[in-house]
């Protein structure tokens, strides 16, 4: 790497990275990487038959999926091409919402794109580092945390002002998509209450993420107080663990009859299926019940 040339893009990069916890990448269209938020740029190897960057030299934004194995995750990839270079962001992709899944992929890309605007602070390093960047910087960085309700104004050059343009732009859409995020999950937990089967979500480790109100009155418990508590700390019913242990080791839906006990039972059918998340992997237990006992009672 030409040190003396790139050396304050690289200390750009790791200032924001470190700011924000996103990898940034300054690379040539040689596949050359010259800045890196996390690694020294002479160490890491040439980059160019990276899928997302070979799309960002052509001219587009270039995304990717893949596994890290340096992280031992998944990490998502975003790319663009920005005159001679090329500016890549990459965060590691989790499954905090499942039920969401395309709308919160969605929202994830658009908050990318405020730290690829930042990152393209980085295309200045051949001019010093101004007033008008460090206030698009600091701009930059409360959007990163989410506040959306102070717009840039920044004076300066042409592209000084259009880049400040964009970013308030791209912050009042982000805002938006947000609050729709918000009102649907509004919307859903209201599905789940008005529903008159019991619904019971645990994720792969046996501890329960959601409980609606139908299930909370079938084993007569607080649904305020059960997130995260394991199935069998708050349901006491060997029937029902195995069920949700039998369906995490085989893949596959499955069915059974119980009943709660104590001194007036309820007979309840109970259904289990699979949850995925948007990459279509296992991470644990939908379970569906239905009570009975007027049935098994006529019986």
């Given at each position: ?33 010259v800045a890196d938020s996390r690694e020294h740029p002479n160490l890491m190897e040439n980059h160019s038959s990276r899928p997302e960057v070979v799309q960002a030299i052509a001219g587009a934004e270039g995304m990717a999926l893949r596994f890290s194995s340096t992280v031992n995750e998944t990490m998502m ?223």
């Amino acid at each position: 790497m030409r040190t003396g040339r790139y050396q304050a893009a690289d200390s750009l990069c790791k200032v924001i990275g470190g700011k924000t916890g996103i990898r940034i990448t300054l690379i040539l269209h040689s596949g050359e990487v010259v800045a890196d938020s996390r690694e020294h740029p002479n160490l890491m190897e040439n980059h160019s038959s990276r899928p997302e960057v070979v799309q960002a030299i052509a001219g587009a934004e270039g995304m990717a999926l893949r596994f890290s194995s340096t992280v031992n995750e998944t990490m998502m990839y975003i790319a663009i091409p920005s005159g001679g270079f090329v500016v890549r962001t990459s965060i590691p992709v989790t499954s905090i919402d499942q039920a969401l899944g395309s709308t919160n992929l969605r929202i994830l890309l658009g908050g990318l794109v405020i730290v690829v605007m930042a990152g393209l602070i980085s295309v200045y390093v051949s001019r010093r580092i101004s007033r008008p960047l460090e206030h698009l910087k600091l701009g930059a960085e409360r959007f990163a945390r989410g506040v959306f309700d102070r717009k840039l104004s920044v004076s300066g050059s042409e592209e000084i002002r259009a880049l400040a343009e964009a970013m308030n732009v791209m912050a009042d859409q982000i805002s938006q998509k947000l609050a729709a995020l918000d009102e649907s999950r509004q919307s859903q937990e209201a599905i789940m209450s008005s529903m008159i089967e019991g619904v019971v979500a645990v994720d792969s480790e046996e501890r329960i993420a959601s409980v609606n109100r139908a299930a909370a009155r079938l084993f007569d418990i607080t649904i305020d107080v059960v997130a995260g508590r394991y199935l069998h700390e708050v349901i006491r019913n060997s029937t029902l663990q195995r069920l949700v242990r039998e369906t995490l080791r085989s893949g596959q839906p499955a069915q059974v009859e119980l009943s709660t006990g104590g001194g007036q039972p309820l007979f309840l059918q109970a259904s289990a299926s699979i949850m995925r998340d948007a990459q279509s992997h296992g991470i644990g237990v939908v379970l569906v019940l239905n009570d009975v006992t007027r049935i098994q009672k006529l019986e």
